[in-house]
């Protein structure tokens, strides 16, 4: 099983599905190609019929769009528990999933993931606010409902897989000082495959000018 991943300092897609995999216990294969803006990304196409990352290849299966994966190593791996056990627990953490995938158009635009970037606050618009405080009332429903310190509890789902990079934006930009993102903030950071592409994302020489935002 082969995962596709971009830079680990900017490729938000790609750390959701690594790290959902590295904390699932789930074994695979990394190949990290850099963003290659000048050429439009031309060389993703060699493994990817979209030309983006990430992707997985598995069996001779080619599987893209992030949300596609998750869901086929939830297939492939039950074990592993991916979504939530509870019926209706699961309905919420896909429509959660779902919403990330599709939505937050505002805050993903103006404010792009940056693991290495210094903290400051960038001006935001009320598209960029509307964004946070869904997330912050997505986040503190979650933990306040089924107790955290995941979003539905003691186990990490596809759901924190899906909403990991936003801790970064809400931290790097200075978006939230809501308890319940302080508190979910201090749960995925400390995970030990955060820390690890962090470190990685640290030790890489490439900068990508577009997603360099400052004040
Ligand atoms: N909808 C895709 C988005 C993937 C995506 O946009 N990946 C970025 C890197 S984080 C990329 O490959 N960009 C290259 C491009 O847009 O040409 C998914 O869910 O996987």
């Known amino acids: 099983m082969k995962l596709y991943i971009g830079n680990k300092n900017y490729s938000s897609w790609s750390l959701r599905v690594w790290l959902t995999m590295?904390?699932?216990g789930i074994d695979f294969e990394e190949?990290?190609?850099a963003f290659d803006v000048e050429n439009e990304y031309a060389d993703f196409f060699e493994f990817a019929?979209?030309?983006?990352?990430?992707?997985l290849t598995h069996n001779g299966l080619t599987v893209w769009e992030t949300l596609a994966i998750l869901e086929y190593l939830a297939e492939q791996f039950p074990e592993a528990r991916l979504w939530p056990a509870d019926r209706s627990a699961r309905a919420e953490a896909?429509?959660?999933?779902?919403e990330m995938h599709a939505g937050f158009m505002a805050l993903r635009a103006a404010c792009p993931m940056n693991m290495r970037r210094r903290v400051e606050a960038v001006p935001t618009d009320r598209h960029v606010?509307?964004?946070v405080a869904r997330i912050e009332s997505i986040w503190s429903g979650c933990l306040d409902r089924f107790g955290g310190p995941f979003l539905f509890g003691k186990d990490f789902t596809i759901a924190d897989g899906m909403f990991a990079p936003i801790v970064n934006r809400l931290a790097i930009y200075e978006l939230s000082e809501h308890h319940a993102v302080r508190a979910y903030s201090e749960t995925i950071t400390g995970l030990e495959p955060w820390k690890a592409w962090e470190a990685a994302s640290r030790q890489e020489p490439w900068v990508v000018d577009i997603d360099e935002v400052y004040a």
């Open 22 to 24: 590295k904390v699932k």
């Open 31 to 33: 190949d990290l190609r």
């Open 49 to 55: 019929p979209h030309g983006k990352v990430p992707v």
């Open 94 to 98: 896909r429509c959660i999933a779902n």
């Open 129 to 131: 606010r509307k964004d």
